[in-house]
């Protein structure tokens, strides 16, 4: 990327401390330590309505906007946000929503850059499900916008915020209790929301639903309930599990390590277990190769003889196991005894305190969007390797896919 702001090394160096400059022009106001945050909602499906309700446990925050295409989900909404404006188009929520301070955007995947770089162009400050893109070629556009519109823009990559991936990172990982770490090994298998079903009530699309402003960028097709439900499923919507997934395990890989620069990319996989009209593989491997010799790999199966999700660290002088619930860490020597800590709450809590609390700071958050848009691009060489069939070679500086 030619702008120097959103240079990889400097981003990277100030992401978790470096000052947002506060124009009058690109934001309407500063936030006082009194003042409540006025949030919009754009997508008001499960993740959004559960993100909100996170929001709303501080008292600092009034949702005051919400918008969905379908009528119902709105609706739904709006029974744990009664005085909220409800909206079908987005655009029309940015335009309207003079007092809004910030939008939290939980649209499916292929809606997630353009409204980002609306709700910023705007004077809103973000915080974005993830992945942060689609594709490869859309991060640095939303990376831009946010850097020249001054945002706090946080992706929704909750383990950057929580305290026993943090201890985990700080006294083990970069305290060198692993030695030479060679391999970061992830997987999430049995995961249900890439299996769900639409229900039979939307065998016929809903008055209320806008089938063609959900479809937006996307090439028209006739409505299909089952694509519209469970999105996660086409790789027109999403990245299947790659980017649902291993999103969220590649950037805590990448905080681990200090390093988010992987320069090729092999996957295989398929659609073993699962024929039933979906384009994202239920089956997916895929390994990452680091200029700083180590591997990162991913395992996925929708299948239900295995379920479980976590990352290892593997290196020299031990091993670190690390879910949403605890990590373990096992020395190399023999009979060494496992050390075992706990998380203390749902991780979410932490991210959207850090994100509210970098809006009054002016702060870059946690999960900064340029560390999202590294992760989803992390992602992505996977997915394009699975797509292509072949080795992606990755130039990480220049951000580009290399030629054959």
Not at 277 to 293: H, M, N, Q, S, V
Not at 375 to 402: C, M, T, V, W
């Amino acid at each position: 990327m030619p702008d120097q702001d959103v240079n990889r090394r400097s981003v990277l160096r100030t992401a978790a401390t470096g000052a947002i400059a506060v124009t009058a022009a690109s934001y309407s106001r500063v936030l006082g330590a009194n003042d409540r945050v006025q949030l919009g909602l754009i997508g008001c499906g499960s993740r959004g309505q559960y993100d909100m309700g996170i929001f709303q446990k501080n008292p600092a925050v009034h949702v005051a906007a919400l918008c969905d295409v379908w009528g119902d989900r709105v609706d739904e909404a709006a029974q744990k946000a009664p005085d909220a404006r409800k909206y079908g188009d987005y655009r029309k929520l940015l335009e309207e929503g003079k007092d809004l301070d910030a939008v939290l955007i939980a649209t499916p995947d292929h809606w997630h850059s353009r409204i980002s770089i609306a709700a910023v162009q705007a004077g809103k400050d973000v915080y974005c499900e993830k992945p942060l893109t689609l594709t490869i070629e859309e991060g640095p556009k939303v990376v831009k916008a946010a850097r020249e519109n001054n945002r706090v823009f946080q992706t929704g990559m909750q383990q950057r915020s929580g305290p026993h991936y943090m201890q985990a990172r700080d006294e083990y990982i970069q305290a060198g209790k692993l030695g030479k770490i060679t391999l970061a090994r992830t997987w999430w298998h049995g995961n249900a929301w890439h299996l769900r079903k639409a229900p039979a009530t939307l065998a016929q699309k809903p008055a209320n639903l806008d089938w063609d402003m959900f479809l937006g960028p996307v090439k028209w097709r006739d409505w299909d309930p089952q694509q519209y439900w469970n999105f996660r499923a086409y790789l027109d919507f999403g990245g299947g599990q790659v980017t649902d997934l291993f999103t969220h395990w590649i950037d805590a890989v990448h905080m681990f390590m200090l390093q988010d620069d992987p320069i090729s990319a092999v996957a295989a996989g398929g659609i073993y277990a699962y024929p039933d009209g979906r384009t994202a593989p239920d089956t997916i491997d895929i390994l990452l190769e680091y200029p700083a010799k180590w591997t990162a790999t991913f395992e996925a199966t929708l299948a239900p003889g295995i379920k479980g999700a976590a990352i290892q660290m593997c290196g020299t002088e031990g091993n670190l196991y690390i879910d949403r619930s605890k990590f373990v860490f096992t020395p190399a020597d023999r009979g060494a005894q496992p050390t075992e800590v706990k998380a203390a709450r749902e991780l979410t809590i932490d991210h959207v305190e850090n994100f509210l609390a970098c809006m009054r700071s002016r702060q870059r958050p946690n999960g900064d969007v340029y560390i999202g848009h590294r992760s989803a691009q992390a992602s992505h060489l996977g997915n394009l390797a699975y797509e292509q069939k072949r080795r992606i070679q990755f130039d990480p500086q220049r951000e580009e896919i290399l030629p054959l």
